[in-house]
Structures are given as structure tokens and as C-alpha cells.
């Protein structure tokens, strides 16, 4: 074990992509569960809070400490197993993801979740239920864990496979690896029916390991995950599509989601639907020199390629001309090479606008709501309506397939920024009305627990409070994620 106290050793640990920083009396990196096992028993008894550090990649400062120790969890990276027959991996919780892929992915195998940073770890990723472009058609990480192994807020250990403990009802029983037992009961709230990740997952009958799924390490420390693959496609089609006008682009996303989802007898049937609006072509510009110069919005659609690609092809060429794209100026991937580009330049802009941010000091505004579908297009012009009148710099980009933007704000000093929050205030509390949320990917962590009581009322928020206290009675472990401490009372 790696036990840091030096503070220029531990500056590191105490910041996230946010920029959101914090504080800590030492930073301990364990090298085996038991190790976790030994800092997490004393921590408990001494009542010294513990936050779990993943790669810093998380937008919410979910892995920032407010005092206490930070356990990191680095040392835990290794793929333990990977199994081509029944179509399964078991790794550690540092793992990086890209890696990972890569090495599923050389044995025709596929991990789907594509988060837009790929250098988390895949511990990280289970602990926000993180998502990507390819959630369109593949869903979030929930839907690819088959199994955990977790060490609890007092030392003891816990192991779940999917399908092995199902709740009473709205009662729940989770036995521990000694013999206890862990009881208690599921609150009963709506959760909304977008894709979210805000709080944690809660409904009757439900599978017992979807609660540790995107509770942000407030339950327990991920030291294994057993994950589901599937088999890798051979061909895919990948595009990025130009057009004059944001309405246009919109309407183009809005028929391709029909048509994917919604329509039967349809050829179309997009894996990722990504939308990117003019100041974020604008901002990739010096980047990108060959994007159109009087294109006012894009967007990138992948399809995998099962049937005569010539017919699959035409058809979205009849859906791109349509919407009056601009053919003769898109982009198309001829093979892998120009795929792995076409995803550069998606993830290029969310680092352009971190060290937007990170260059005059402030944390970034960003935006990570999602809207039920039938809401989003009017959503995402009076979205755009409330920055224009705040008088805010943005970039607008993301998930459309999914109801799904990042409106960032790129205030240039703090009275920018005082606007900035006040606005995303207001996106999320509209959000929140259409029935939506106020995180769809990234979780609560510390910077959004004030949105967060936006979607739920206090009284629900103490009922998620009491799961917690349910494995962490003496209140140790990450707290101030998802919801303040006063709920722990």
C-alpha cells in the first residue's frame, strides 16, 4: 500500500475535468481488496471519511474530497479474465476504458458504452452508470453489468450477480459474504422515463444490483465488475452531415429517431445520433479546416451495416436531402481509419471547452439534460433563447438521438459566471417540468445537488438518504455526493 501526505504529491487527487477542487489529510492506494478492506475497517471505526478516487475525468466532482482520506483505487487495473465463448469480461475497477475496448475488440468482441472521455476508468463508469453516442441503440453501462464485488463503508464484502437478488416488492434483503444481512426499503418515486442518471435507481421487483449502478460510490468500493459483451459488427456506416440550419439538423434528427425507433418496416436504424450547433463548428474550425464555412449545425449518425449497403445508403441519402443537407460537403468514413476520426472530432470539443474554462479559472457550466422526446425541439430553442438573453457565449452539442444536449456556457470572468449558474438553474428547472433530468450521464456528484432537489422533494431525498445510512452507519463514504450530509441525520 501507497500512502501519500505530502501535499504537492496529492494535488492531483483533489480535482476533477470540472475543475471543482477540495481538500484531504492523506491519499492511500491500496493493491488488493484486502488492502481496501483493512483502510475502509479503520475509517469506520475512527469515523474518518473516505472519498473514492477514480482517473479524474468525472464533470461533477464526485471524486473531489471534503476533508478525510481519498482512497484511489489506480492500482487495481487489470483485466482478470476475458471470456470469448459465453461473452464476458472480469475486471478491476481502473481499468481504462479505452483500453479495455481495444482489447475486447481484438478478439471480435464489443463492449458498447462509450462514454465521450475514454481514459475513465471502468469503475467510474459503473459508479455513474456513464453513457455515449452508442446509448442510442446499446443503452448505458447498466445494461452490461452482469456482476460486482464491493467492499462496504464498515470492511465487510459483497457479492451480486445479476438476477440473484430481487426485492419483495419495494422490500429489500442483500446478504454480505459473512452471513448479515443488509435490509431495507425502496423508496417509491418516478424516475424519469429519459435517460438519466440522477439519484439512485429505484422501482419494485427490481434487481438488487441496479441500486450499486450509478449510486456514485456512496454504497460501497467497486473492486470487480464481471461485464457483458456482445458480438463486434463488421461494418458500420458513419457520417457527418452538414447543414444551413439548426431547424433542418433538428428535423433531420427528429424523423431519423422515428424511423430508428419507432417504425417498423424502416432500414434505418441509427446506433448514435450526435448533434453539433455553429459556435461549436466554430470552435473546431482551426482544427477541422474542411468544415463548411456556412454550415450553421451538424450531425454524426453511425449505423451498422446488416443487410445491402447500397439500399441503407441510399435511403439516408433520401432522409439527408430532405432536410436539405449539404451532400456534397458531409463526411463519410471509408473504413475504420476515418471512423476513429469522426470520433476525434466528437470528443474534441468537450476538451476545447475544459480548457476554455480551465484558462480563466472557473469551473465549467455545462449542461447534461435530457428532455422526453416530444419536448426536446421546442426545449432546445427556448434553451438557446435563455442563453442569448443572458448575453453568454455557448457551444451547444451532444446526444440528440437521446433527447440529450450539452449546452455550455463560456462565461469569460465571474460576473459571466454568476449569470452562467443562474441560467443552467433555470434549463435544468425547465428540464425538470418537461419531465426530464437534470443529469443524464454524468451523475450528481457535489456540483449538481442543488439541481438535483429540483427533480425530487425533500422527502424523497431522505428516503435515498436512509438507503445509504443502511451501509454506511457511520456516514464515511463519498459523502456529499448525490445529496448534502444534512439528509444523513
Known amino acids: 500500500?501507497?500512502?501519500?501526505?505530502?501535499?504537492?504529491?496529492?494535488?492531483?487527487?483533489?480535482?476533477?475535468?470540472?475543475?471543482?477542487?477540495?481538500?484531504?489529510?492523506?491519499?492511500?492506494?491500496?493493491?488488493?481488496?484486502?488492502?481496501?478492506?483493512?483502510?475502509?475497517?479503520?475509517?469506520?471505526?475512527?469515523?474518518?471519511?473516505?472519498?473514492?478516487?477514480?482517473?479524474?475525468t468525472g464533470l461533477t466532482g464526485g471524486r473531489v474530497p471534503e476533508g478525510g482520506i481519498v482512497l484511489s483505487t489506480e492500482k487495481l487495473n487489470k483485466i482478470l479474465e476475458i471470456n470469448s465463448n459465453d461473452k464476458y469480461a472480469v475486471v478491476q475497477p481502473s481499468v481504462l476504458l479505452n483500453e479495455f475496448q481495444e482489447e475486447v475488440e481484438s478478439r471480435n468482441l464489443f463492449y458498447p458504452p462509450d462514454p465521450t472521455e475514454r481514459n475513465c476508468y471502468i469503475g467510474g463508469t459503473v459508479a455513474?452508470?456513464?453513457?455515449?453516442?452508442?446509448?442510442?441503440?446499446?443503452?448505458?453501462?447498466?445494461?452490461?453489468?452482469?456482476?460486482?464485488?464491493?467492499?462496504?463503508?464498515?470492511?465487510?464484502?459483497?457479492?451480486?450477480?445479476?438476477?440473484?437478488?430481487?426485492?419483495?416488492?419495494?422490500?429489500?434483503?442483500?446478504?454480505?459474504?459473512?452471513?448479515?444481512?443488509?435490509?431495507?426499503?425502496?423508496?417509491?418515486?418516478?424516475?424519469?422515463?429519459?435517460?438519466?442518471?440522477?439519484?439512485?435507481?429505484?422501482?419494485?421487483?427490481?434487481?438488487?444490483?441496479?441500486?450499486?449502478?450509478?449510486?456514485?460510490?456512496?454504497?460501497?468500493?467497486?473492486t470487480e465488475i464481471k461485464l457483458k459483451l456482445i458480438d463486434l459488427p463488421k461494418n458500420i456506416l458513419s457520417c457527418i452531415i452538414f447543414f444551413n440550419s439548426q431547424e433542418d439538423a433538428l428535423d433531420f434528427v427528429e424523423e431519423a429517431v422515428r424511423l430508428s425507433r419507432y417504425t417498423d418496416d424502416s432500414i434505418i436504424s441509427a446506433r448514435g445520433l450526435e448533434l453539433f450547433d455553429k459556435f461549436t463548428?466554430?470552435?473546431?474550425?482551426s482544427d477541422y479546416s474542411n468544415i463548411p464555412e456556412n454550415a450553421e449545425a451538424a450531425v454524426w449518425f453511425e449505423q451498422e451495416i446488416d443487410g445491402n449497403e447500397d439500399e441503407l445508403i441510399s435511403e439516408w441519402m433520401e432522409l439527408i436531402s430532405k432536410h436539405n443537407g449539404?451532400?456534397?460537403?458531409?463526411?463519410?468514413?471509408?473504413?475504420?481509419?476515418?471512423?476513429?476520426?469522426?470520433?476525434?472530432?466528437?470528443?474534441?470539443?468537450?476538451?476545447?471547452?475544459?480548457?476554455?474554462?480551465?484558462?480563466?479559472?472557473?469551473k465549467k457550466v455545462?449542461?447534461?439534460?435530457?428532455?422526453?422526446?416530444?419536448?426536446?425541439?421546442?426545449?432546445?430553442?427556448?434553451?438557446?433563447?435563455?442563453?442569448?438573453?443572458?448575453?453568454?457565449?455557448?457551444?451547444?452539442?451532444?446526444?440528440?438521438?437521446?433527447?440529450?444536449?450539452?449546452?455550455?456556457?463560456?462565461?469569460?470572468?465571474?460576473?459571466?459566471?454568476?449569470?452562467?449558474?443562474?441560467?443552467y438553474r433555470q434549463i435544468c428547472s425547465n428540464a425538470v417540468k418537461l419531465k426530464g433530468t437534470v443529469s443524464a450521464e454524468h451523475g450528481i456528484g457535489k456540483l449538481k445537488r442543488e439541481y438535483f432537489k429540483l427533480m425530487y422533494n425533500d422527502d424523497v431525498i431522505k428516503k435515498m438518504a436512509l438507503i445509504k445510512l443502511a451501509f454506511d452507519t457511520n456516514r464515511i463514504l463519498n459523502i456529499g455526493n448525490i445529496f448534502d450530509e444534512k439528509y444523513l441525520t
Not at 450539452?406 to 454568476?418: F, I, R, S
Open 366 to 423: 455545462g449542461t447534461d439534460v435530457a428532455v422526453p422526446f416530444e419536448s426536446f425541439k421546442g426545449f432546445y430553442f427556448d434553451t438557446i433563447k435563455l442563453v442569448c438573453e443572458a448575453g453568454l457565449n455557448y457551444v451547444v452539442y451532444g446526444h440528440a438521438g437521446d433527447s440529450h444536449i450539452h449546452l455550455n456556457m463560456l462565461p469569460d470572468n465571474a460576473e459571466q459566471y454568476n449569470k452562467a449558474i443562474e441560467t
Open 281 to 285: 463548428l466554430k470552435f473546431l474550425r
Open 128 to 222: 455513474t452508470n456513464a453513457s455515449g453516442a452508442r446509448t442510442f441503440k446499446y443503452g448505458p453501462t447498466r445494461s452490461y453489468v452482469l456482476g460486482l464485488k464491493i467492499v462496504l463503508p464498515d470492511g465487510r464484502k459483497l457479492r451480486i450477480e445479476r438476477g440473484q437478488f430481487i426485492a419483495d416488492g419495494s422490500h429489500a434483503i442483500i446478504p454480505t459474504e459473512d452471513g448479515s444481512i443488509i435490509s431495507f426499503e425502496l423508496p417509491n418515486y418516478e424516475m424519469p422515463a429519459t435517460k438519466n442518471a440522477a439519484g439512485y435507481y429505484c422501482k419494485e421487483k427490481m434487481d438488487m444490483i441496479d441500486l450499486f449502478i450509478g449510486s456514485e460510490g456512496t454504497l460501497g468500493i467497486i
Open 1 to 56: 500500500m501507497i500512502i501519500k501526505s505530502n501535499p504537492d504529491e496529492i494535488q492531483n487527487y483533489l480535482t476533477d475535468a470540472s475543475n471543482y477542487s477540495g481538500k484531504c489529510e492523506a491519499v492511500y492506494i491500496p493493491e488488493s481488496e484486502q488492502e481496501i478492506v483493512e483502510i475502509v475497517s479503520r475509517c469506520n471505526a475512527d469515523k474518518t471519511k473516505i472519498t473514492v478516487a477514480g482517473n479524474g
Open 326 to 362: 449539404m451532400e456534397e460537403d458531409s463526411w463519410i468514413a471509408n473504413d475504420r481509419k476515418e471512423m476513429d476520426k469522426f470520433k476525434d472530432f466528437r470528443h474534441a470539443i468537450a476538451l476545447k471547452v475544459n480548457d476554455y474554462m480551465s484558462q480563466r479559472g472557473l
